[in-house]
């Protein structure tokens, strides 16, 4: 099989900019050993989804958007391996909320973006 490599596609100057902006303040606070990562991990994907109930009152929206919001934090799930015996869920805990995050950032529509994700998933790796 022939090795074809991939042409670089830009995206605007601006654009970029915000991105690395972004990924790296989500890196910053990810490395950082106080970081409560379900916390951290709630507040990213409700502004990603939901991004128009920031700072609303859940008890004030209808009982579908609580649910759906509940949604966004990782305690609020439950993922395949928890359901396995092998799982060590001691080490799986701190993991979680990072699966989680990278699971919903790939379904949401800044998870389509190929350069957005490819960075996304780069800065995620290492944490």
């Not at 389509?112 to 944490?127: Q, S, T, W, Y």
């Amino acid at each position: 099989m022939p090795f074809l490599p991939l042409r670089p596609v830009p995206v605007a100057d601006g654009a970029h900019a915000l991105y690395q902006e972004w990924l790296s303040w989500l890196s910053e606070q990810l490395a950082d050993a106080d970081c409560d990562r379900d916390a951290l991990v709630r507040t990213v994907l409700s502004d990603i989804y939901f991004p128009e109930l920031g700072g609303r009152d859940p008890t004030s929206l209808s009982r579908t958007a609580q649910v759906a919001i509940a949604q966004m934090d990782p305690r609020n799930v439950t993922l395949e391996p928890e359901y396995y015996q092998e799982t060590d869920l001691e080490k799986y805990a701190p993991r979680k909320p990072l699966l989680w995050l990278w699971e919903m950032f790939d379904r949401s529509p800044l998870g389509e973006n190929v350069e957005l994700g490819i960075h996304f998933r780069r800065m995620l790796a290492p944490h």
